[in-house]
Nanobody, 126 residues
C-alpha cells in the first residue's frame, strides 16, 4: 500500500514555472513506476509524464515534451514534475500515481496505476 501526498500547485502566469512534488509513504517506493496525469472539467484524465523505478526511462505526452521534466528521488520517496514555459492550456488538476506493475516499465495509461494522490489545481493565467 502506498499513500501519495502532493504539493506545489497554485497560480502562475503564462511562461512561468512550477514544481510539483508527490511524497509517498508506505513500503518499497523504489518498486513503483510513477506517473503524472491531469484533468480539466468535463474531460477525461490524461497522461502527462511517467518514470520507471530507477529514473532511467521516462515518457511524456507530446504537448509537454521539452517543457516538463519528471524526476524521482527514491531516498526521499518523492517524485517531481518540473513545469516550465507554462501555457494556459496546462491549467488542470494534476494527479500523481504509483504503479506496482513491472517497475522497470513506463506506463502511459491510468489503468496501470493502483494508487493516486489527492490532486492539486494548477492554474496558468494568460
Amino acid at each position: 500500500q502506498v499513500q501519495l501526498v502532493e504539493s506545489g500547485g497554485g497560480l502562475v502566469q503564462a511562461g512561468g514555472s512550477l514544481r510539483r512534488s508527490c511524497a509517498a509513504s508506505g513500503r518499497s517506493f523504489s518498486n513503483y513506476g510513477m506517473g503524472w496525469f491531469r484533468q480539466t472539467p468535463g474531460e477525461e484524465r490524461e497522461f502527462v509524464a511517467a518514470i520507471k523505478w530507477s529514473g532511467g526511462s521516462t515518457s511524456y505526452t507530446d504537448s509537454v515534451k521539452v517543457r516538463f521534466t519528471i524526476s524521482r528521488d527514491n531516498a526521499k520517496t518523492t517524485v517531481y514534475l518540473q513545469m516550465n514555459s507554462l501555457k494556459s492550456e496546462d491549467t488542470a488538476v494534476y494527479y500523481c500515481a504509483a504503479s506496482p506493475v513491472r517497475p522497470s516499465a513506463v506506463f502511459t495509461t491510468e489503468n496501470w496505476y493502483a494508487y493516486w494522490g489527492q490532486g492539486t489545481q494548477v492554474t496558468v493565467s494568460s
